[in-house]
């Protein structure tokens, strides 16, 4: 049986009091399988944004639970949630996010250097991660040195290295141009083909076309679960 890896159940997120009171979630149920790959779509102010912030342990529900790995994160501590998401997430952002002084495998080694991983060990793994997106001839350049679509495969090494129960992904090719779009996106198959669970996020019908499940988004609901054969 296919292990879940995440669940929201009747998930509620609310900003503001009294008249004043947003309600960006609104009893969302969601279940993220092991191997998923899984789109979130839907417009500005839709929820998807919010929801993608909860999954990541950046946010917590108002109401409902919400479990990653069946650990159900609403009681854990700010320090117990930052080692969560730094064990069990991998985040890729439209901005890359990447130190400007620091060469491309030191910036896939700062994870590792959190996680308090042997330093041999993390000079290894970041450079088999930065071969298995194809900069493995980029290791000592640093971002200004990269194309944006190079910069992005960094991210993702970045993100991958301390094997995620999940890789989230928010408007990964919102900063690319259509062709490097293309090579990052076959990216993704790939690394979902070797059985990575992807949550990605993007309001483009083209991206998540790739994607294998998509959660539609309206007014903090889920209002379609499409599933490919």
Known sequence: MTKKVATLEKVSKTYGKDDLIVKALDNVNLEIYKGDYLAVMGASGSGKSTAMNIIGCLDRPSQGVYKLNGIPVENLSDDELADLRNQKLGFVFQQFHLLSDATALENVLLPMIYAGIDPL?????????????????????????????????????????????????????????????????????????????????????????????????????????????
């Open 121 to 229: 060990e993390r000079e290894e793994r970041a450079k088999n991660a930065l071969d298995k997106v194809g900069l493995s001839e980029r290791v000592n350049n640093r971002p200004n040195q990269l194309s944006g679509g190079q910069q992005q495969r960094v991210a993702i090494a970045r993100a991958i290295i301390n094997n995620p129960a999940i890789l989230l992904a928010d408007e990964p090719t919102g900063a690319l141009d259509s062709k490097t779009t293309e090579d990052v996106l076959d990216l993704f198959d790939k690394l979902h083909e070797s059985g990575i669970t992807i949550v990605l996020v993007t309001h483009e019908d083209e991206v998540a076309s790739r994607a294998k499940k998509i959660a539609r988004f309206k007014d903090g609901k889920i209002i379609e679960l499409k599933i490919k054969n």
